[in-house]
């Protein structure tokens, strides 16, 4: 007696055309992960690559920023520069007993302008101010950015009394 297979296990095989459509799928597939793995290697190493040249206002020839401890706060006024939307700050006010941070997603400042702010700072809890950096939010591929390494850093000296 001869073995039969089931007409189930008979045919021979996929058809030309299947066989072009799973090896399209198989690199459509393969090419959506290399490409995947290579945009997350390129984000991890792009830290705010675009020059902001964000800067203190000059106003009477003297940068504006001052401490008013009557009312614990300090006032700026930043200038953006040409290339990119600011689209918002996070200022850290360093002190001798402690830092404070403050974020202000509100301050958003367009290409060439200009914002005034107040940040609160109580120098009774927190001491002397001993520097103050201002770091700007920028929005790269509608992933917004913090660029810690474009921050203004305003050293001691040069921070007045309102």
């Known amino acids: 007696m001869k073995f ?13 055309l299947m066989g072009t459509l799973l090896l399209i799928s198989f690199a459509t597939a393969v090419s959506n992960t290399v490409m995947n793995f290579g945009s997350a290697q390129v984000e991890d190493q792009a ?3 675009i020059d902001i040249n964000m800067k203190l206002a000059i106003i009477s020839s ?9 009312k614990n706060l300090v006032r700026y006024t930043i200038e953006n520069g040409k290339n990119i939307n600011i689209d918002g700050l996070t200022i850290n006010i360093i002190g001798v007993e402690k830092t404070e941070s403050k974020e202000f997603p509100d301050a958003k400042i367009v290409k060439a302008g200009s914002y ?3 940040a ?16 700007p939010t920028v929005t790269f591929s ?5 660029c810690t ?5 305003i050293e001691k000296d040069k921070i007045k009394q309102c």
Do not use: F, H, M, W
Request: net charge positive.
């Open 4 to 16: 039969r297979y089931p007409p189930y296990l008979r045919k021979k095989g996929i058809t030309p």
């Open 47 to 49: 830290q705010c690559a």
């Open 62 to 70: 003297q940068e504006d920023i001052c401490v008013d401890n009557t």
């Open 116 to 118: 005034s702010g107040k």
């Open 120 to 135: 609160p700072y109580d120098k009774t809890t927190a001491g002397d101010i001993r520097q103050i950096k201002i770091i």
């Open 142 to 146: 509608d992933t917004p950015q913090i």
């Open 149 to 153: 390494e474009k921050a203004l850093v």
